[in-house]
Every structure is written in C-alpha cells, then in structure tokens.
C-alpha cells in the first residue's frame, strides 16, 4: 500500500462534503468543482483542463499521452442516507429505493452485519457501482483495434470486465457470471454499458443493496472534464425491486497513479471480516431470519 494513496483517498468523502456544485442541465453539463479543489495550495485559481480526446475526437476515459492515472471513488455509498447532501441529480435516498419487501429487509439486516457478510473481503469480483467504487481505483482502456474496452480494477481479485464496442447482442442463455455480459455503445460523449447475465454472489454497492439473477444495469460514464468523472447506474431487477431506478456517484482523476499488483488472496488484511457463510447475498444460512 502506498501511503500517497491512502491519504489522498482518506480526503475524498471531506472535500465532496464541503464542495459546491454548479447546476447542471442536462447529463453532459459541466460539474463545476464538485471536490473543492479550485485553488492552488498558494491561493491562485486552478486551470480545469478540458476533456481529453483520441485523434478521432471521441472522449478518452482513460489516461493520455502525458499523463497516467487511475479513477478513485469519493465516497463508499452509491444511495445516499436520507439528510445527505445531494450531489448529482441522479443520487437517490436509501428511503426512495423501490424495494420488494424481503430486499428491503436484508439490506436492514446487512447494514448492521456489513463487515460480517460481505462477499468483497473475500476476494470475490464485484459487480457494478461496488466494483466502481473499490479501493485504489481502476482504470477503462481502450481497444479500438480489438472493438473492446477492458475496466482494470485493483481492490479486488485483480481481475478486468470486457465491454464489447463491436455492436454484438447479448447472447442467448446466458451461463450467470459474477461480471456478466457487457455490451458498449457510445451516446454523444458518454459510455454506455449493457450488462446482463449475473449470478448472485455479489453485492451493489459497499452497504449491501442486492440482486438477483433477474439483475440487467445499465452504466453510463461521462468525463465531464479532466479531473472528472461521473458514473451513472440504472438498477433493472424485478426480483428485488418493484420498479427500475438510477444512482450515480462522482470519481476523481489521481494524476500519476497506476495500475499495481494487489492480490488479496495472497495478502487479506482484514480475516475478521471473512466470518459467515460463503458471501452468497441471497444466502439464509448466514445467520440471517426474517
């Protein structure tokens, strides 16, 4: 672990906390400062660089020539508790989450056994806004010569999601994965992935939001500028919810950092976490009765 990191991450959830934000009308418009970054450390206002682009004059999501880095969360929760602040449009309150009676009653229940059960500490692969939001970041590569675009994680089993950008559908009968089937498009300057075919041994989120096998998300990410990013879901499961609804979160650009290796298999800081069953959401044998 890099000590550089950890601080550096360590003051993400404050800054997002004492930052303002410009209104935006619509999905593409420009954040303003959401991370309170604004200033120089000697007070003189700091340049905002512009959207990177490939020679093609697509967006690049990811680094450039000049520059490494990697997208770090700045906060654990992809729902909001009910007196947050709010700062994206999309941010939903835990209290607005449409959710089927047995699904709103584990996640009560997984919030007060999160350390317990959660399948992350266990080195499963994460899904979604949970794999989004991981510890040390990830980063999206492009492959234009391979139509794929690869997503790099590193809190987790050191392992990537392929996003197919060649137009394929999804295909039929699908064998549920932990990472699924992604397919990619582009909508104006936004990434837009298609994900279906999940089995359920992962959580959404840190807090313990659920799915089932029935789970389709649809994931937008749009780099609203250099330093910016803001990564939008849309939760389509009516196994777990009575309706489809959208959450996003904002991730900040690490000038300089990179991919590095991070096994936990090889070097689990936290075994009093890995307590329980074997991390299955829907699992009852975890302790768990209604």
């Known amino acids: 672990m890099r000590p550089r990191s950890i601080v550096t991450m360590a003051l993400f959830p404050l800054l997002a906390l004492l930052s303002g934000t410009s209104s935006s009308q619509d ?3 420009v954040l303003g400062d959401p991370f309170g970054a604004s200033l120089t450390q000697n007070g003189k206002p700091k340049v905002v660089k512009p959207v990177p682009r490939t020679p093609e004059g697509r967006v ?3 680094t ?3 520059e490494a880095g990697l997208w770090v969360r700045t ?3 992809f729902a909001v508790e009910d007196d947050a602040a709010k700062l994206l449009p999309t941010d939903i309150k835990v209290s607005d989450i449409p959710f089927q009676p047995w699904a709103k009653e584990l996640y009560a229940y997984r919030r007060a056994n999160t350390d317990r059960d959660s399948p992350h500490p266990r080195c499963k692969p994460d899904i979604g806004p949970r794999q989004i939001q991981g ?3 990830f980063e999206l590569v492009d492959f234009p010569e391979l139509r794929q675009m690869l997503l790099f994680e590193i809190g987790g089993p050191h392992s990537w999601r392929v996003i197919y950008m060649d137009g394929r559908p999804h295909p039929k009968d699908l064998e549920p994965s932990y990472f699924g089937h992604s397919i990619g498009r582009w909508e104006g300057d936004s990434l ?3 994900t279906v075919g999940f089995n359920e041994k992962h959580w959404l989120d840190t807090m313990g939001l659920m799915h089932t096998d029935q789970y389709r998300q649809i994931e937008r ?3 609203v500028d250099f330093n910016t990013l803001k990564y939008e879901v849309t939760v389509d499961d009516p196994g777990a919810y009575t309706a489809q609804w959208t959450g996003g979160v904002l991730l900040r650009w690490t000038e300089g950092d990179q991919l590095f290796e991070y096994i936990c298999q090889q070097n689990n800081q936290n075994p ?3 307590t329980g069953d074997d991390g299955n959401p829907l699992s009852r044998a975890n302790s768990y009765t209604p």
């Open 221 to 223: 990410f749009t780099r």
């Open 27 to 29: 999905n593409n418009a």
């Open 135 to 137: 510890a040390y970041g």
């Open 272 to 274: 009093e976490m890995v």
């Open 75 to 77: 906060r654990r929760e």
């Open 64 to 66: 450039t020539p000049d």
């Open 192 to 194: 837009v992935v298609d």
């Open 60 to 62: 690049n999501l990811g």
